[in-house]
Each structure stands twice: as C-alpha cells, then as structure tokens.
Nanobody, 123 residues
Framework: DVQLQASGGGLVQTGGSLRLSCVASGFTFDDYAMGWYRQVPGKEHEAVSWMSSSDGSSSYADSVKGRFIISSDSAKTTVYLQMINLLPEDTAVYYC????????????????WGRGTQVTVSS
C-alpha cells in the first residue's frame, strides 16, 4: 500500500522554526517529485514546495522563498521541509504529496497524498 507519513508539525511563535518530514512507502520514490501543500479552512490547497528526487530540481511558492528549504533522502524515502522565520500566515495543515514533476503544482493531478500535519504560528 502507498503511504505518505507526515510529521513534525506543532505550535511555534512568530520567527520560530519547524522541520516537517514525510516518509514514503509503497512506490518508487525516485520516480516521483515529492513536495508539500498547505491548506487553511475554506481555501484551496496551496503548493508550498516540491522537488525531483532524481535530479534535485526544486521550486517554492513566492510566499516561502528564503524561509523554507525542501530536501530529500532517497535512501530513507523521506522528504523534508525546513521552515524558518515562521509567520502567522504560515499557519495551515501541511500535506505531503507525490506526483510527476511536470504536474506540480496542480493538486488535482497528484498521485499520492499523506495525512496532514498541523502547523500553528502564534503572533
């Protein structure tokens, strides 16, 4: 079975840091681009960052450039999202997803989704 197990969310103050992790299983990790979406109630999924495991290509939403860094470890089939200088507007449920690189950031085209992890940034 395909599984994407996300973890690392929590409550931090403005300016704080968190590191999200997503462990993938049940599919060939390097065949997909892995990344993160976030969602707040009443809004669509927003693509935050994604990367190709095979060549390391990555992309970021403008709102997180310079603050978030995506990385992956193919041996551990894990993708990470290091978040620094967190802001209240980063508060959301963060989801790990897998899809062909060319299909990002279209959430409706992602092949696999994990359960979300809540990130709350207090002001």
């Amino acid at each position: 079975d395909v599984q994407l197990q996300a973890s690392g969310g929590g409550l931090v103050q403005t300016g704080g840091s968190l590191r999200l992790s997503c462990v993938a299983s049940g599919f060939t990790f390097d065949d997909y681009a892995m990344g993160w979406y976030r969602q707040v109630p009443g809004k669509e999924h927003e693509a935050v960052s994604w990367m190709s495991s095979s060549d390391g290509s990555s992309s970021y939403a403008d709102s997180v450039k310079g603050r978030f860094i995506i990385s992956s470890d193919s041996a551990k089939t894990t993708v990470y999202l290091q978040m620094i200088n967190l802001l209240p507007e980063d508060t959301a449920v963060y989801y790990c997803a897998a899809g062909a690189y060319i299909l990002w950031p279209h959430s409706d085209l992602m092949g696999h989704w994990g359960r979300g992890t809540q990130v709350t940034v207090s002001s």
